[in-house]
């Protein structure tokens, strides 16, 4: 019994460790997506960074509490210089492609329409 306590607590500090982790990295794409959004002189560049800053602040565990929050993005935004933003928000948009793909894989394939074919007019029309 003693062993099985002590592999399922190595397992959660495995998990809580990766978790944090991936917090880490997902305030590191809140704050450059921030930036970004604040700064990008294209409408589009501009649409790309705000929703990235949503999308990982929705990978941002529920647990965490403000001040917690605060600490995260404050450590992550030391981390970020300005030849490694551009890099990392490109890392950062990639993930969201990723998952975009992905999603998109799992829609049925939209029916090709024959090329030439009018629509069918209803009865009385």
Known sequence: MKTLNILLATALLAVSGAASA?????????????????????????????????????????????????????????????????PTMEKCAAAIQAKVNLLRSLAPPAAAKPAGTKPTQPAGR
Do not use: H
């Not at 990235?52 to 450590?75: H, W």
């Open 22 to 86: 991936q917090s880490a990295t997902d305030a590191q794409c809140i704050v450059v997506s921030n930036a970004f959004a604040a700064q990008a002189k294209e409408e589009q560049a501009k649409k790309i960074a705000e929703a990235s800053v949503y999308f990982y602040l929705g990978r941002i565990g529920n647990s965490m509490t403000g001040p917690q929050l605060k600490a995260l993005l404050d450590a992550q935004s030391k981390t970020l210089t300005q030849a490694n933003a551009g």
